[in-house]
């Protein structure tokens, strides 16, 4: 039996599913569960995405031992009646989870890179020094407005060509909360030329992480200085990590960034694919 999903069904999968939540958690918001006998087997969750309009993504688990059953594909089959969107999803290339979406028919519609970097390598180091420049300003030193003006617009850089993103308004009310609460700016660093923010490298989350997440790009790609502002934006973010692994994350698209991230020795990590599971189209007559 697939039904909407209560408080209590997406309590019993938060430990493997932390992003579960109840039916209509949020408008636009919706969550099945599967149940075998009244157990809870599986869930799926999926929202209007309020970034990117033109898919909705969507998370699928299914209990291991109810896994080879078919539950999963109902699950999905049964969120998609309720969405007009196709459903975005992730998955690593060569993976059960890859496998199964697969058979959903989803077709990849990006890649992240391998782009973990060991800071502690004598190489990469090398690297970082060579291409690490005395023009970089850190993030302390931009106001709020700023900060969030030059995420969106990198954000649209990166992803218009193949993810449309929502309106700019929409995009700065959306982005400025998440600025607020998870970008560092203290490790944030930037290029500024003539006033403006040329390049970028945003910094999440705390000294304290097991990684530096970092996201960079330039904000003006066709300049011709444009790669070397990203290679200096880089090299601050991996010399300042100081031996603490940086994990960037792009795509392989990324006009800058993703050459500079193949120039830079030692690059680990796993591919990652953004797939799009096509909306079902309407039912065919019979002739």
């Not at 408080?7 to 999968?13: C, G, K, L, S, T």
């Not at 077709?107 to 060991?118: A, G, K, M, T």
Request: aromatic fraction near 6%; charge should be negative.
């Amino acid at each position: 039996m697939i039904e909407p999903a209560t408080v209590a069904d997406a309590d019993r999968f938060a430990a493997d599913a932390p992003w579960a939540r109840a039916d209509e958690w949020r408008p636009a918001g919706s969550s099945l569960v599967a149940k075998i006998k009244g157990e809870p087997a599986g869930i799926v969750v999926s929202a209007t995405n309020r970034v990117h309009p033109t898919r909705d993504p969507a998370f699928v688990f299914v209990a291991e031992p109810f896994r080879r059953r078919g539950i999963g594909s109902a699950l999905v089959k049964s969120i998609q009646t309720r969405r007009s969107m196709p459903l975005s999803v992730k998955a690593h290339p060569g993976t059960l989870t890859h496998e199964f979406y697969k058979s959903l028919g989803a077709v990849r519609y990006q890649v992240c890179p391998p782009e973990r970097i060991d800071t502690s390598s004598v190489e990469v180091r090398r690297w970082a020094l060579e291409n690490r420049r005395e023009d970089i300003r850190s993030g302390d030193r931009l106001s709020l407005e700023q900060l969030t003006e030059a995420w969106t617009e990198l954000y649209e850089i990166v992803h218009a060509p193949w993810s449309p993103t929502g309106t700019r308004s929409g995009l700065l009310a959306e982005f400025g909360p998440m600025i607020q609460t998870e970008l560092d700016p203290s490790r944030s660093v930037f290029v500024v030329r003539n006033d403006r923010v040329a390049a970028a490298c945003f910094v999440f989350g705390t000294d304290g992480d097991p990684d530096v997440e970092a996201i960079c790009e330039s904000l003006d790609p066709a300049n011709r200085l444009a790669r070397a502002d990203v290679a200096a934006c880089m090299a601050e973010v991996l010399v300042n990590a100081g031996g603490t692994p940086v994990l960037f994350d792009g795509h392989i698209t990324d006009p800058q960034f993703f050459p500079t991230l193949q120039r830079i020795p030692g690059v680990t990590g796993k591919e990652l694919e953004l797939l799009e599971i096509p909306a079902p189209g309407p039912p065919v007559r019979e002739q």
